[in-house]
């Protein structure tokens, strides 16, 4: 055994950071004390991040948790507000909404079995829509908040929640949690990396002149990707033929009206906006399509949709939808942006983040970095991608839409094979492929298909077999009991203010 003895982080910002606290975290000693393998992040305030990552999804919380994070406390900390799910709106025409909630869908039964009920109540003629029966969309519609795992037994017991927040906190937050770990920052830019022997990395040196040498190196160096292609020449799948958007303008704005425990995403000509809602200000962007708009018409549409004045200058951001090759390759693994991209359309960003790193920890290797580590991790990783990839992909190829060169090619476009073996199977009784710890449960598929008007054909017969006026009955109830819950809980700016307000 030749264990590490040094990691080294190239890059900060939410993903340098996240991977640092991690690391130290898991690596620390049963004692609690500082891990034995030392952890170092180099990182240039000069460079800047990208930092407009603001919207979450619920695995975050489970990572607070997991560092021991006080949840109450990182809120206050990084000015955040409570999410629900999204509302899409004019995706599969204009002048029409849906939303995808976080939690299920279920009015008390098992989710699949309400799901097929809820299914052949509408070949009975009744026309419920599927999310007057969820928690999360039912607090979302009404501005309301509470936390579920505080009422665990009523109607809201079974939503889940994630968060808005601000990217540049998060990092600043992490930071410290991590350097009181043991992980040790230094401020410079890398200006040259030298590999070894074998291919490897040895060290980097930044402009000051100082060399640091490592066991292993972690690239959060975004999309500049310095140690993962630019030194090992790791190659990008590119999936720009599934997803166009290719540019995104950002811009924040002073917050107007109430705060909104949801994010927004509103279908443009070429692309689409987002609205997220942080306690002090607002996030919002526009991500399209080069090959359709130009920037600045994307900055003039943006300035044109938002709410509140602009509090910086918008700032336009290239990107290329794809994933490494190889994202683990020699004693170089990348993580964030380095490793690759998918739109936000999902928030899934910071998501792919710590799935980066709790992968890594499952295949933690020695100073060898066996290939069948790396080949593993690979392989998962790029399992990850793929499934969100998917996901997206999905938002935009079921639009009906035709009033603009970029709808009319989503309506055309070409589908991962994957994603289209995923759609013929969900047509016929609304099932849908078993999938290895998959992110997006069975809810969320359904919620986008019946947003997006891809209603199966048929009901599973099996429910034929269940006392359905019975059934019905208790849907409505539960229905009609939840929004008669929901009415009495606090106002999403209510709850913040009386347990959360930003410092």
Same mark, same amino acid.
């Given at each position: 055994m030749k264990p590490l003895q040094k990691i080294l982080i190239v890059g900060g910002g939410t993903a340098g950071w996240i991977a640092a606290s991690i690391l130290a975290k898991q690596l620390q000693k049963a004692d609690g004390t500082p891990s034995s393998v030392q952890i170092e992040l180099v990182e240039s305030e000069e460079i800047g991040t990208i930092g407009v990552g603001e919207s979450t999804i619920p695995p975050f919380l489970e990572m607070l948790k997991n560092l021991d994070i006080n949840e109450q406390e990182f809120i206050k900390y990084t000015q955040a507000s409570f999410k629900l799910g999204i509302q899409f709106t004019d995706w599969r025409v204009k002048g029409e909404s849906y939303f995808h909630p976080f939690g299920t869908i279920s009015a008390g039964m098992k989710e699949y079995t309400f799901y097929q009920m809820w299914l052949k109540s509408f070949h009975q003629g009744d026309n419920f829509a599927l999310q007057d029966f969820s928690p999360c969309n039912v607090m979302a519609q009404n501005g309301r908040f509470y936390l579920p795992q505080l009422a665990d037994r009523t109607a809201i017991g079974e939503a889940r929640y994630a968060l808005h927040l601000d990217a540049k906190l998060v990092a600043e937050y992490l930071r410290k949690y991590a350097e009181a770990r043991g992980v040790v920052r230094t401020e410079g830019k890398v200006m040259e990396v030298v590999q070894r022997d074998d291919g490897g990395i040895a060290k980097v040196i930044l402009r000051s002149g100082q060399e640091i040498a490592a066991d292993f190196f972690i690239d959060c160096s975004g999309f500049h990707a310095l140690l993962i292609e /630019?030194?090992? !020449?790791?190659?990008y799948c590119d999936w720009t033929h599934y997803l166009p958007c290719d540019r995104a303008v950002a811009v924040q704005t002073e917050n107007t009206g109430d705060t909104t425990p949801y994010t927004r995403a509103t279908a443009r000509d070429h692309g689409w906006t987002w609205r997220i809602p942080l306690q002090r200000r607002t996030g919002n962007g526009y991500v399209y399509s080069s090959q359709f708009c130009s920037d600045d018409e994307a900055v003039n549409t943006l300035l044109n949709v938002v709410d509140g004045k602009t509090l910086i200058e918008p700032r336009v951001i290239p990107f290329k939808t794809g994933v %490494? *090759?190889?994202? $683990? /390759? /020699?004693?170089?693994?990348?993580? !964030?942006?380095?490793? !690759?991209?998918?739109?936000? +359309?999902?928030?899934?960003?910071?998501?792919?983040?710590?799935?980066?790193?709790?992968? &890594? @920890?499952? *295949?933690?290797?020695?100073?060898?970095?066996?290939?069948? +580590? #790396?080949?593993?991790?690979?392989?998962? @990783?790029? @399992?990850?991608?793929?499934?969100?990839?998917? &996901? #997206?992909?999905?938002?935009?190829? +079921?639009?009906? %839409?035709?009033?603009?060169? &970029? $709808? %009319? $090619?989503? /309506?055309? @476009?070409?589908?991962p094979p994957s994603l289209q073996e995923v759609i013929d199977y969900f047509k016929v009784q609304g099932g849908l492929p078993e999938m290895i710890d998959a992110l997006f449960h069975p809810v969320s598929w359904r919620s986008v298909c019946e947003g997006m008007g891809l209603r199966p054909q048929k009901y599973s017969p099996v429910v034929d077999e269940m006392n359905y006026p019975v059934m019905r009955k208790g849907m409505l109830e539960y229905r009609d009991a939840m929004a008669e819950f929901v009415k009495k809980l606090p106002t999403h700016d209510q709850f913040i203010r009386d347990n959360c307000s930003a410092y």
């Open positions: /630019k030194t090992l !020449g790791a190659s %490494r *090759n190889e994202i $683990w /390759k /020699k004693n170089c693994l990348a993580i !964030g942006l380095a490793s !690759g991209f998918i739109e936000p +359309l999902e928030s899934t960003a910071i998501h792919l983040v710590v799935r980066g790193v709790i992968h &890594f @920890m499952r *295949n933690f290797p020695d100073q060898d970095c066996d290939q069948a +580590l #790396i080949h593993q991790y690979n392989r998962r @990783m790029t @399992m990850e991608y793929e499934e969100i990839r998917d &996901f #997206i992909v999905l938002h935009y190829c +079921l639009t009906e %839409r035709e009033d603009t060169p &970029f $709808w %009319r $090619w989503c /309506k055309n @476009m070409e589908l």
